[in-house]
């Protein structure tokens, strides 16, 4: 793993952290009256009179040509292709087929930026309770997880809540085990750490392997995979997802005083290889240099499909540059959609764009991500100054007939644009009725199924409304 890599995954493992630390999101609707937002009266009426195109633009992608075409080109990426590992050969001709159908569109300026993606390929795994009663206990590995040996680890288990009960044990009580962590789903952001720090903080305390909770908060019977990370100094060990059901019945075990003994066998490997940050661009017609960037990730997780994590969101950034250039409209500042490589594996495509353009990104003006799934448009959570998020309300109230007026203050709106936002750029995500996502997040479960066709038709008239209006109007988003 280069050492950028490991200061992407480390930055990335922080947000995470940050993001977990943070206050419940308040939705506020009129976030215009509420912060005594002070725009001109000329500013305002400028960002009314783009009713017509934001219409226009609605209508098109609602009810006109491209009614259905979002899902369409989403179920045949994902029937096509599958999941899309970071680093593996089917991400690459994925890639291919995005650039191929965007071409098709007599859309020309496509192209790509190499980027060192890491890639961890699943291989067999099973767990299986040997005491007090035999059961197989479903799994998935966490990304970056080592293997066990070939035969297998057989230990006691010991059952936590949280890493402070962990933290409160002695040493000899854990050593030797495999750590179960049967700790309460609060939020993703709150509960997150478990998967991200559970096998290093076990291993710090000589456990063998750590199999934690999965991070959902609605199960039938199903593990959800993600990326965790190894300490300095820890041993690496082993370390999986169980499910709510049987992490909750392994905590009832335990607190009976039932001896424990589970095996399990793992296997994994891990090399890098070179994949694709994929970019369109809509050149602008006045300020081409300056940059509204639209934004989802093309890779997924082995399991499932990624057609919600993120096809959805790679899907309706894919439309921006279709329906604009289908609408013959162009905006001043120039739109650059871009499809993020190996965002499961550290964000680590999203870093080498910052990274590589770095003297160009003070010419964003704003960075748009979808990743928390692309169900109904309700606004958008927006980073940044309290004046950039006063413009930003103005023009979301262009949406009230699709009803996706709202704005939730976030200081850092996405994953794959925290790149960006730590350095200032004003950046937003697409709010949407989400409540289901983490039911299906890096799951089996994420299939085309999870996927509606006019929700992903309003979700594409949203995103390519909302960039279109702040890439032509005549005022930048402020910094901080
Ligand atoms: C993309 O188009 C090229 C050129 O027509 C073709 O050779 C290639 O097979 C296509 N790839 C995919 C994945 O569709
Ligand atoms: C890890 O171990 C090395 C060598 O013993 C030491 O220099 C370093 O400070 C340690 N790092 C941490 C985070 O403990
Ligand atoms: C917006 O909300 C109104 C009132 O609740 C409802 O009648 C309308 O169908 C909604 N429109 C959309 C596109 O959801
Ligand atoms: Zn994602």
Not at 418 to 429: H, K, M, Y
Request: net charge negative; aromatic share 8%; proline share 4%.
């Amino acid at each position: 793993m280069s050492r950028h890599l490991e200061v992407a995954i480390f930055v990335w493992y922080t947000t995470v952290l940050l993001v977990s630390a943070k206050p419940k999101q308040n939705v506020v609707k009129s976030y215009s009256e509420l912060h005594k937002c002070e725009l001109s009266e000329e500013l305002k009426t400028e960002i009314a009179s783009y009713d017509s195109v934001v219409n226009d633009i609605i209508d098109f992608a609602v009810s006109g040509p491209f009614k259905g075409r979002a899902y369409s080109e989403l179920e045949r990426f994902i029937d096509t292709f599958g999941p899309r590992v970071s680093g593996s050969e089917v991400l690459e001709r994925a890639i291919d087929h995005v650039i191929n159908i965007t071409r098709a569109e007599d859309v020309k300026d496509v192209y790509t930026e190499e980027v060192e993606v890491p890639h961890w390929v699943r291989g067999h795994e099973s767990a299986e309770l040997l005491e007090p009663r035999r059961k197989s206990l479903s799994l998935l590995g966490l990304g970056t997880s080592v293997a066990t040996a070939p035969d297998g680890v057989t230990a006691e288990a010991i059952v936590v809540h949280s890493f402070d009960e962990l933290d409160a044990m002695d040493n000899d009580k854990v050593k030797g085990k495999i750590v179960v962590y049967d700790q309460p789903y609060v939020s993703y952001g709150d509960t997150v750490r478990y998967r991200s720090q559970g096998a290093s903080k076990a291993a710090a305390k000589g456990a063998v392997a750590a199999l934690i909770r999965t991070i959902a908060p609605f199960s039938i019977y199903s593990p959800h995979t993600g990326m965790q990370r190894y300490s300095d100094n820890v041993t690496k060990i082993p370390t999986a997802c169980i499910t709510l059901e049987d992490a909750d019945f392994l905590g009832r075990l335990y607190r009976n005083k039932e001896k424990i003994v589970i095996k399990l066998v793992m296997s994994s490997t891990m090399d890098t290889k070179t994949s694709r940050n994929t970019l369109i661009d809509v050149k602008g017609t006045q300020h081409p240099e300056k940059l509204v960037i639209v934004s989802g990730h093309i890779d997924s997780w082995d399991v499932g499909t990624g057609a919600m994590d993120d096809g959805g969101g790679m899907i309706v950034s894919w439309a921006v540059p279709i329906i604009l250039k289908e609408l013959n409209l162009r905006p001043k500042r120039t739109i650059r959609s871009i499809f993020w490589t190996g965002e499961e594996l550290g964000l680590v495509g999203a870093f080498a764009y910052a990274k590589k353009h770095k003297v160009e990104n003070d010419n964003i003006n704003f960075v748009m991500e979808s990743d928390e799934g692309t169900f109904k448009p309700l606004g958008l959570t927006v980073g940044g100054s309290q004046h950039a998020r006063c413009i930003v309300a103005e023009v979301l109230k262009l949406f009230s007939s699709i009803n996706a007026t709202a704005l939730v203050e976030e200081e850092s709106p996405g994953s794959d644009i925290v790149a960006l936002v730590s350095q200032g750029v004003p950046g937003a995500g697409l709010l949407n009725a989400n409540e289901k996502y983490f039911w299906f997040h890096h799951s089996e479960g994420d299939t085309m199924n999870v996927e509606n066709a006019e929700e992903l038709d309003l979700c594409a008239a949203f995103w390519t409304a909302v960039a279109y209006v702040i890439a032509d109007m005549s005022v930048d988003i402020p910094r901080k």
